[in-house]
């Protein structure tokens, strides 16, 4: 599985718990990275105004994901005992800033006015989400593992969009590579191999409330690839 299944030793040997989960959970995951407005794309039937809506609720997405990664960023400073995390966590804050301009960048492009977007309801569901992980009391094990999986589902995803058997349209090839890409791939893993060492030390109940919020990150991805196709 590309961005999955070579990560998944957890460096211990053995299955980590992400790839544990990404397999007890893999209906719930296949509809995540597998849903079919991504298929749409790699098909190539995609409807332009499903990508547009797709583009500007996104964007309103990505602008909240930069306090959430600064939360992570605070709680890796306090609790992790590996400084690398913080190199990783630093190269995705970077990233970011450039994801944002490249969103301004597409926007124009397609003519969408990002000043005018409205927040749609599974997108302030999932902001609101984030929110409740940004609060200091919620583990470093628990938030690193939600993080993980929101980055891994949209690695997944678009690196579909780029199999040689898909027939992604030119003008949605850089949206795919800007995901889909094998050094994004490589940051997924990055993260996979924090949280699992993360996870192999925490206690039961973390462990438990990690899996939950891997859960809720699926539950909303499907929710926000979904909004991509309400009028
Ligand atoms: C909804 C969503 N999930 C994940 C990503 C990847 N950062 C994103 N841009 N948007």
């Known amino acids: 599985m590309e961005g999955g299944s070579s990560g998944s030793d957890g460096g211990g040997g053995g299955m980590g718990k992400t ?22 794309i790699s098909d190539g039937s995609v409807d332009l105004s499903a990508f547009k809506r797709w583009l500007a609720q996104d964007y309103i997405f990505v602008r909240e994901f930069v306090p959430f990664l600064a939360s992570i960023l605070l ?10 995390d913080m190199e990783v966590l630093l190269g995705g804050m970077a990233a970011l800033s450039d994801e944002l301009a490249w969103f301004r960048k597409e926007a124009s492009k397609w003519d969408v006015n990002l000043a005018g ?33 929101i980055e891994t589902v949209y690695q997944e995803s678009f690196s579909l969009c780029l199999h040689s058997s898909s027939k992604t349209p030119e003008e949605l090839m850089e949206t795919c590579q800007r995901w ?11 993260l996979q191999k924090i949280a699992d060492r993360c996870l192999e030390k925490a206690p039961s109940d973390i462990i438990k409330r990690a899996e939950e919020a891997f859960i809720r990150v699926l539950e909303h991805e499907i929710n926000f690839w979904n909004m991509s196709f309400a009028e």
Not at 75 to 84: G, L, P, Q, T, V
Not at 180 to 190: A, P
């Open 180 to 190: 889909g890409n094998t050094s994004f791939g490589h940051y997924c893993r990055s």
């Open 75 to 84: 709680k890796a400073c306090k609790h992790s005992d590996d400084e690398s």
């Open 19 to 40: 790839a544990t989960w990404m397999k007890l959970h893999s209906p719930m995951y296949d509809r995540a990275t597998r849903h079919p407005f991504i298929l749409g």
């Open 117 to 149: 977007v409205i927040p749609q309801k599974a997108n302030m569901d999932y902001c609101s989400f984030l929110q409740s992980l940004m609060l200091p009391e919620v583990d470093y094990a628990v938030v690193i593992t939600a993080f993980w999986a």
